[in-house]
């Protein structure tokens, strides 16, 4: 398998790992008794992964830029730090909204709100370190990745 190939698995796999691991926290944060959790998890999950991670993408070059434009006189570990916050506040906010709408069709505003605070607060500490893995780690790596001229060892 050529190297670039296996780079790009890695990267999804550690993605998709954080989209599970989020969308987990939040459905069960904020989980009926009578809900069952694979069903819950799943449907957030999907929409998670076939949605929200194209559109983090997104998000993220797009508040990278913004970090760096807004905040020019910081460091760049001050700018990475600032971004990963950004990044897990906006992110997290989403995939609150979006797994409380999922996973409670009929609640009046005031229970809505509380359910997708609370799966908002319990995910948060999980979304800033991630959310700091891919400012310092992954999108590193991922710019290197990308640097490299292609090869065709066909």
Same mark, same amino acid.
């Given at each position: ?40 998890? #799943?449907?957030?999950?999907? +929409? ?11 998000? +993220? ?8 434009? #807004? +905040? ?60 700091? #893995? ?19 060892? #066909?």
């Amino acid at each position: 398998m050529q190297l670039k190939l296996k780079n790009v698995l890695v990267i999804f796999t550690i993605l998709s790992t954080l989209v599970a691991a989020i969308t987990a926290i939040m459905t069960y944060a904020n989980l009926q008794p009578t809900q069952s959790f694979l069903n819950s998890w #799943l449907n957030s999950y999907i +929409f998670a992964l076939v949605v929200m991670l194209p559109t983090s993408g997104l998000i +993220f070059i797009v508040m990278n830029k913004l970090v760096e434009l #807004l +905040f020019s006189t910081l460091t760049n570990i001050q700018q990475k730090l600032l971004h990963g916050v950004f990044m897990a506040v906006v992110m997290e906010s989403v995939m609150a909204i979006v797994t409380t709408v999922v996973n409670h069709e009929y609640v009046t505003f005031a229970q809505y709100s509380r359910l997708m605070f609370s799966s908002f607060l319990y995910a948060l500490p999980i979304g800033l370190g991630f959310s700091c #893995l891919m400012v310092f780690v992954i999108r590193p790596k991922l710019q290197r990745f990308l640097a490299q001229p292609t090869t065709n060892n #066909l």
